[in-house]
């Protein structure tokens, strides 16, 4: 398997569930990506990871959790979701963190919160 | 703030050139990028160009960059009814190195 991978590709949740989608990336990275992707708004930063440890986290609710237990996987927990977070979640890795690197996305997971 | 700016929609006949445009307002970004985004599909990077540079071409693909009016264009030449997707231009924040995307713009290819 190559590039950037993502399970599930469809999730249907109820609002007291707990789910987790699962990134992995086969391209050697340092670092990885998530975002939401909302209809008809631009693709929103939700959290960055360098090298395992999180370095950015753009004032995402806590009901979203992630999780980089080493440099290949990412991973987002969800629990207690509200059908506003159905959305399109896009995960993404570059070489490094900085300024300039070209990120590369895995095809998404689609979510429906009920 | 940084912004980045599409029009929303574009529609062409098959085997015409397509132009999708973008506008940013970052003067200091260093990489700007095209992103094609296939229906039910993440996004898969077609092309970047550097700041320094005014064209880069790719086969079907050229983009042009005006730094002065700070406008970027994805020209696809022989547009294919493949090329139906949604288009996304991104910068690279100068201040905190994150991409800036685009709303996206959906190109329609009629046969």
């Known amino acids: 398997e190559t590039g950037v991978t993502q399970t599930p590709r469809h999730l249907v949740m109820g609002m007291t569930n707990k789910k987790s989608l699962k990134c992995e990336q086969h391209?050697?990275?340092?670092?990885m990506y998530w975002y939401k992707q909302s209809a008809k708004k631009p693709l929103e930063l939700m959290f960055v990871y360098s090298l395992e440890e999180r370095v950015e986290n753009n004032s995402v609710p806590s009901r979203f959790s992630p999780e980089c237990p080493n440099s290949s996987h990412l991973f987002l927990h969800l629990h207690t979701l509200q059908p506003e977070d159905s959305a399109l979640y896009l995960c993404?890795?570059?070489?490094?963190?900085?300024?300039?690197?070209?990120?590369?996305f895995g095809p998404g997971t689609r979510l429906l919160v009920l | 703030g940084e912004d980045v700016e599409q029009s929303l929609f574009l529609s062409v006949r098959e085997g015409d050139s397509s132009v999708i445009n973008c506008t940013y307002t970052d003067s200091s970004s260093t990489y700007l990028y095209w992103y094609k985004q296939e229906p039910g599909a993440g996004l898969q990077l077609l092309t970047y160009?550097?700041?320094?540079?005014d064209m880069k071409q790719d086969q079907r693909l050229t983009v042009l960059l005006n730094k002065k009016d700070k406008h970027l264009s994805l020209r696809i030449a022989d547009t294919q009814t493949g090329d139906s997707a949604i288009y996304f231009c991104?910068?690279?924040?100068?201040?905190?190195?994150?991409?800036?995307f685009g709303q996206g713009t959906t190109l329609q290819v009629k046969p």
């Open positions: 160009i550097f700041s320094n540079m």
């Open positions: 993404a890795s570059s070489q490094d963190s900085g300024a300039g690197e070209t990120q590369y």
């Open positions: 991104a910068e690279t924040s100068s201040n905190t190195g994150k991409l800036i």
């Open positions: 391209l050697g990275h340092n670092a």
